[in-house]
């Protein structure tokens, strides 16, 4: 079976292990005339690059991309997109003699189990590095959207995720309920206003400056202690119209679901109050009509029946400590014993930060994609 | 686009609406030769069923399932399996005058932006009579596991869910790090040997007797106070062998996180530690390896990877309270004015007990899915 | 793996055996607001159902569809159309001790090898009962082709087709290529105003009159003989616009021929000249522009580089002589030895002229398909 | 919509447009641990590859293919494979002035329909280059097939396709019914013998040494005369097991049609004896069963139901004479005049020939894929 596409209408077809030749993506299904540059996609996979700080994995991979196909004179032509970046930077000497090691926390024993046999160099297929693909979907996705906005002379949607949480450290921004227009004043910081660049301009990705200075201590420390940390990424889209996602099966929030709980390390996915609803009665977290189709709140976090309200969506994604931390760890083998093993080789401390352009890629394919299936985006003129 | 579809090798389509003429799937994919009846059907949409209880709608569906192909004398044919479900005790008239108005916490104002047009009575296909289909389909899911066991002369898969939580009453098992053998004993109750039977002998379907009082207390005052409440319903599934799942998009997080939050009211899910993971060192979360692929902790819940351990899956998912409440409730028109309504009908006042046999159907079908798309199924001999 | 489903944006997917309680589909991805009943479907059922006149098979079901989702108050919801047939005038006596033999040009073998075991009354689901749900399907794909054309205030799409030969009787109507506005007059008949009514009119729906005698006296020395007939039926599509199709593997020629040469007995499909194109030249066979994107000739038959040009489509389907012929054949048994043998049972002597609408269905639906990907039906307003 | 994927479990999705930067697929759902290498795909694109005689284009490109992942140490990883070829002798100078330039027999005019806009250089997507992904594609699915072949120690299945007319110049082999074993003798040629290297010896790719003088004598009449000529391929499968392909939709014969009415410039797809079906009667026809599931004659070209008898399959597929023809020809407008105006460019006046690597890869394809679906290839051991 396959398993390496994603999407109904926009279909995503990653490939690529991490020390073999090279990562990339096909997207099919974008329309014809969208406006789309090899700059624009870069951009995306610049911020999920390895090596830009010193929290970060030190691999310095380039990721160059290249626009392979589907884009002919700056816009697309309705044909797929294949986006191409190279290995160069692969030192495979790091992962000798791990054919037969099985690292704890990482896909080694399950892979093997499943397949038989993988390619051991940096976790193969299984490392993060697949996620290159992802993000340039994800940029191909933001270049729909931006079509539709322009099309139908609307503001472009704003998708914006930021570290919510790295260990006890959690940024005290408004609660999800509350990221609606007229209720996110006087926090650390407004999601609604939030921009990409501001996020970027902190070297962990959270706008929470007090929560921001917690994390580094935490991390610092946990680093000092050869060590790693779990956190968590939301994600707030401004923009999104009501009437977006499939019911049933492919409701956003299933679609999200599915993408989101499928990113490397991701342990879990929460919409809106998510499960502190569990805890909320009825009449608190059914969000009031207020005219206009305006809500009282976002408990939802604008999704209802898995078709967006109108009201901002918001999402939080939990991500594991990172695997690989530079001390013995209780490993198995391919014979079933156990072995104590340090593993060398580049990795993040913590995955979290530079999860954030992932998390955003994965939300902008789903609503591109939630976009075409509904017929929603006008045709070019 | 479609969208009531779901699976990659074990394909379910679902249909029908909540007052229409019937609900139903067809499940494509099965192989032949697998053990199937009606009554293994009916058996689990009996557990779905409304009206066992008094915590639940008194709608008086009988839900008689009908098998209308793809069985011949008691075995799979290997073509599509269709169950039928005709509804009896549709009582429109409970719901005159919806038409136009658009109820807090439910699909209907969503349904119009994205269709234009919606079955009004009893929420349409939004209605949570839609999972008959995959309840059924779950049935279907569970005959494939089993003859998998018949077939490799294993230990069946147990795949039992219980009610976690229910507002802020919490069943005290084992954390799902400990949800392994030899890790389960001093608690409330043993996920290990839980069986649905016993999980079906307690009204609200908690196996802790402490926490179900508990919940029954608050069940009972917020039906006094006309309101209703949230929970958590969390499944473990025992005997499911290491490698099955596929990785990137269609890891088994990825595809039980697409299946369990396109459930009715599903708001989160998590998978072993899950969001707690955020807390936690990789000294901590990895689970080291012991001798003979067993492990000394479960923070994984039993998916590395997107592709089983061997131990124990042990998934959440958050449900909102139930959006139908019998009291005033302030809803939207199609005009986009705002109107106060007590909307009537026949609605459970804490969905969660009735998701049980529900989330293991989405569950059951996720593993039944991997184990065809991994050929890990012997054929019939 | 499944295959019972066919179509990208609209999906069909098909269940029942010969012999079972039901046949089937589910059809998926139908926009919201297309007027459909029940009555629709039926009138092409009723046009497929066996037992019309003494060339058919003598089985006399009913064929009475209920429509059993996906419509509400006379339009379509956006949601799956179920729509089911019951079986009710099966012999299964005619066909005891047939498990373990198989009949020549039948798929009995075939089936066994491929699932090791088979409902063998009737053919189960290898016999062309299995075309029910194709009908079905071809029915709600005209009434969104119906749609189409009242939202654009365009004349609707006319798909007509009909027996343009069996045995060596041939109907002489204009060859493919001129089948054009202003290219078909003189023929023993007009595929451009031919209609459905006059085509059911004949008793074998073929409308040349003098080949139509002559198919009649072919067809009753075959029966006279115990015999049976092949044949070929010619579909023409009037109205349909350019532009319509995918490119690459789902352009319109590979989408029809999926679909067509997925029927039952189907063994050969062209377009417009087809094989015959093989013996011209370039510059006979390139149909030349006309002012205002006309064209001179229709050697592609409607469609170039899988797209649709605006002139009319011209496929053919050539169907084998059916398999079961009252007489003495020389089958297989299970155990690898041959058996000679008369097969009872109700069958057509020839199966054309019961292709017809079971053709039309199949190019309805590929057309509403294409419309539907190509995003070009407007919203209902 | 997506269009550019074909496949159930062993999907090829291809990319590119003949003047852009590359052309290449990406192949997912290929087992682990089948051998391939680069070298293995890079036979099949020489085979396709322009140039090679003076009755091809000139266009002299190399077509060097790279394997960019899903193979690790000459072994299939299980995971996608991805193919590159870059575009390296694009002379786009001869395509000047085509934007608004339809040329008869081209998808020109209705690309511009479908998408709006298209690369007008080469073709863009609409070239037969893009048939490069699909060799790729082809070749992977060889060794899929080579890897069933080893595990199950059986006898490899041969694909071997030539060119059966060229113009009025057919090849003298036996007829389809005969293609079985002990009935090919006495023929110009025996299919069941005839290996790819045989046929490659021959210029134009027919083995019947007289018939091909003929074609010779025809195409270079009509190159003299400044046009081009259609022709059939047949394509011959040795050793092919019965019990291959789904029933219903995704027969063989649907799958097949699909993917051979998908490539460029075919015209029609006939199984076994085709449309001369149409004048047969079934005592004929029905292929009479032998000892040990042996057949009397092969009508059904190896195909009953949809799934393979154990007999050769045999197809033909039609293809029209080149679109491009060095002389003027009447074209359109974007306006909706008409243009007369001679194309230059460099074009094969016959594509029958280079169509023979093509025909073989996507019946390779199918193939394969119905392995897979079907569960038949045991697990690497």
Same mark, same amino acid.
């Given at each position: 079976?396959?398993?390496?596409?994603?999407?109904?209408?926009?279909?995503?077809?990653?490939?690529?292990?991490?020390?073999?030749?090279?990562?990339?993506?096909?997207?099919?299904?974008?329309?014809?005339?969208?406006?789309?540059?090899?700059?624009?996609?870069?951009?995306?996979?610049?911020?999920?690059?390895?090596?830009?700080?010193?929290?970060?994995?030190?691999?310095?991979?380039?990721?160059?991309?290249?626009?392979?196909?589907? #884009?002919?004179?700056?816009?697309?032509?309705?044909?797929?997109?294949?986006?191409?970046?190279?290995?160069?930077?692969?030192?495979?000497?790091?992962?000798?003699?791990?054919?037969?090691?099985?690292?704890?926390?990482?896909?080694?024993?399950?892979?093997?189990?499943?397949?038989?046999?993988?390619?051991?160099?940096?976790?193969?297929?299984?490392?993060?590095?697949?996620?290159?693909?992802?993000?340039?979907?994800?940029?191909?996705?933001?270049?729909?959207?931006?079509?539709?906005?322009?099309?139908?002379?609307?503001?472009?949607?704003?998708?914006?995720?930021?570290?919510?949480?790295?260990?006890?450290?959690?940024?005290?921004?408004?609660?999800?309920?509350?990221?609606?227009?007229?209720?996110?004043?006087?926090?650390?910081?407004?999601?609604?206003?939030?921009?990409?660049?501001?996020?970027?301009?902190?070297?962990?990705?959270?706008?929470?400056?007090?929560?921001?200075?917690?994390?580094?201590?935490?991390?610092?420390?946990?680093?000092?202690?050869?060590?790693?940390?779990?956190?968590?990424?939301?994600?707030?889209?401004?923009?999104?119209?009501?009437?977006?996602?499939?019911?049933?099966?492919?409701?956003?929030?299933?679609?999200?679901?599915?993408?989101?709980?499928?990113?490397?390390?991701?342990?879990?996915?929460?919409?809106?109050?998510?499960?502190?609803?569990?805890?909320?009665?009825?009449?608190?977290?059914?969000?009031?009509?207020?005219?206009?189709?305006?809500?009282?709140?976002?408990?939802?976090?604008?999704?209802?029946?898995?078709?967006?309200?109108?009201?901002?969506?918001?999402?939080?994604?939990?991500?594991?400590?990172?695997?690989?931390?530079?001390?013995?760890?209780?490993?198995?083998?391919?014979?079933?014993?156990?072995?104590?093993?340090?593993?060398?080789?580049?990795?993040?401390?913590? #995955? #979290?930060?530079?999860?954030?352009?992932?998390?955003?890629?994965? #939300?902008?394919?789903?609503?591109?994609?939630?976009?075409?299936?509904?017929?929603?985006?006008?045709?070019?003129?």
């Amino acid at each position: 079976m396959a398993g390496n596409s994603f999407g109904n209408a926009l279909v995503a077809t990653t490939f690529g292990e991490s020390h073999g030749a090279a990562l990339g993506c096909v997207v099919d299904g974008c329309p014809a005339g969208v406006d789309l540059t090899v700059e624009h996609i870069q951009a995306q996979l610049d911020r999920r690059r390895p090596g830009q700080n010193r929290y970060q994995t030190q691999r310095q991979e380039g990721d160059r991309a290249r626009l392979l196909s589907g #884009v002919y004179q700056g816009r697309t032509l309705g044909t797929p997109i294949a986006v191409l970046v190279e290995n160069t930077d692969a030192k495979s000497s790091d992962y000798k003699g791990l054919d037969d090691h099985y690292r704890p926390g990482h896909a080694d024993y399950t892979w093997d189990q499943r397949f038989g046999r993988r390619a051991p160099r940096g976790g193969g297929r299984a490392s993060a590095r697949e996620t290159v693909g992802r993000v340039a979907a994800g940029a191909i996705a933001e270049a729909v959207l931006a079509a539709w906005a322009t099309r139908n002379h609307a503001e472009p949607l704003q998708i914006v995720a930021w570290v919510q949480q790295i260990g006890t450290a959690v940024a005290q921004g408004p609660a999800p309920a509350q990221i609606l227009p007229g209720h996110t004043a006087g926090y650390a910081f407004d999601p609604l206003t939030l921009t990409r660049e501001q996020v970027d301009a902190t070297p962990l990705r959270c706008p929470d400056p007090q929560a921001h200075a917690a994390m580094q201590e935490l991390l610092e420390q946990a680093q000092r202690e050869r060590d790693s940390l779990g956190g968590v990424v939301r994600c707030a889209v401004r923009g999104l119209p009501a009437g977006w996602g499939e019911p049933v099966f492919d409701k956003l929030t299933g679609m999200l679901g599915h993408a989101l709980l499928s990113l490397p390390a991701a342990r879990g996915v929460q919409f809106g109050t998510g499960f502190a609803a569990a805890e909320l009665r009825g009449t608190v977290h059914n969000d009031a009509f207020l005219p206009g189709f305006q809500f009282a709140s976002n408990h939802h976090g604008g999704v209802l029946g898995g078709i967006s309200t109108g009201a901002p969506l918001v999402v939080d994604v939990a991500f594991k400590p990172a695997a690989t931390i530079p001390q013995p760890q209780q490993g198995g083998t391919r014979a079933g014993a156990v072995a104590e093993r340090t593993v060398t080789g580049r990795h993040d401390p913590c #995955v #979290v930060p530079r999860a954030v352009p992932i998390v955003e890629a994965a #939300v902008a394919f789903v609503l591109a994609d939630a976009l075409l299936a509904a017929n929603f985006l006008p045709r070019e003129t």
